[in-house]
């Protein structure tokens, strides 16, 4: 594993979020959060279930209002509509493996060459299958004939299809086996190896921490700390955030 911390220049950073605030109502659960992805990066935000990573990821895709700044690949997308912020190289796979399920994989494909322009759709399509065996297999399958983690799988396609600059994936293990989840998080890496900055949001914080080069904790909303995995690899401050003693 790479240890970035040292060569993190504040001035090139792609995704950039000062004082991140959102609130439902009048319930604010994010509070004044800062944080970067830089270019090529594996970035991990951990948190208790509850702690505002879904609703940090919603703000930055502009699902949901929100207070503070964003600055995107160069461009203040803070009032952004989420088409725009799509099309700026910023895609995010949803929470819980969403894809359509009275369409084939194929087809659940295609809908992600949408996103954002792919110049050749077949092959575009190709290279999915490449990265993506288990989907060739089935491309002419109705995505609910898939298991769970082959779902996830397609949905984690679906994103990376639009070849983003930033792909955000919300809990890609959740309610996964093992064997799937590493899978899916061998994949992210590889993508990163490739060019590809991830943002990963997830509770399985060993596994997460084993592919990211940096990690926000959060903690009831605020931000409570921030590192390499090394440097926060054992501390109390992890263990706190997950114990919550
Ligand atoms: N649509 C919503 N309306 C009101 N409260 C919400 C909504 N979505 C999430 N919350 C609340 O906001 C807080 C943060 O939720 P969330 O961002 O989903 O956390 P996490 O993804 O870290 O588990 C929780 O207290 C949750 O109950
Ligand atoms: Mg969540």
Not at 55 to 67: E, V, W
Not at 118 to 135: S, T
């Amino acid at each position: 594993m790479r240890d970035q911390a040292t060569v993190r220049d504040p001035g090139d950073a792609l995704l950039r979020v000062v004082g991140l605030s959102v609130a439902y109502g009048k319930a604010v659960v994010v509070h004044d959060v800062s944080m970067e992805v830089h270019p090529g990066e594996f970035v991990v935000l951990l948190g208790r279930n509850g702690a505002g990573k879904s609703t940090i990821l919603h703000a930055l895709s502009g699902l949901i209002p929100k207070r503070g700044n964003v600055h995107f690949a160069g461009c203040d997308i803070t009032h952004a509509d989420p088409g725009t912020i799509v099309r700026a190289g910023l895609v995010q796979v949803l929470e819980g493996h969403r894809v359509f399920p009275g369409l084939s994989v194929e087809d659940n494909l295609i809908l992600g060459t949408y996103a954002r322009r792919a110049p050749d759709q077949a092959e575009a399509l190709e290279r999915m299958y490449g990265l993506f065996p288990e989907l060739g297999e089935r491309r002419g399958q109705l995505a609910a004939r898939l298991s769970g983690g082959q779902q996830q799988i397609l949905a984690v396609a679906q994103g990376v299809i639009a070849q983003p600059k930033l792909l955000v994936l919300d809990e890609p293990s959740g309610g996964l086996a093992p064997l799937v989840v590493d899978r899916i998080l061998t994949v992210a890496a590889d993508l990163c190896r490739g060019g590809m900055a991830i943002l990963l949001v997830e509770q399985l914080v060993d596994k997460a921490l084993a592919r990211a080069h940096f990690a926000y904790l959060l903690d009831a909303g605020r931000l409570a700390g921030a590192g390499t995995a090394g440097q926060l690899r054992g501390t109390d401050l992890l263990r706190r955030i997950y114990l919550g003693d």
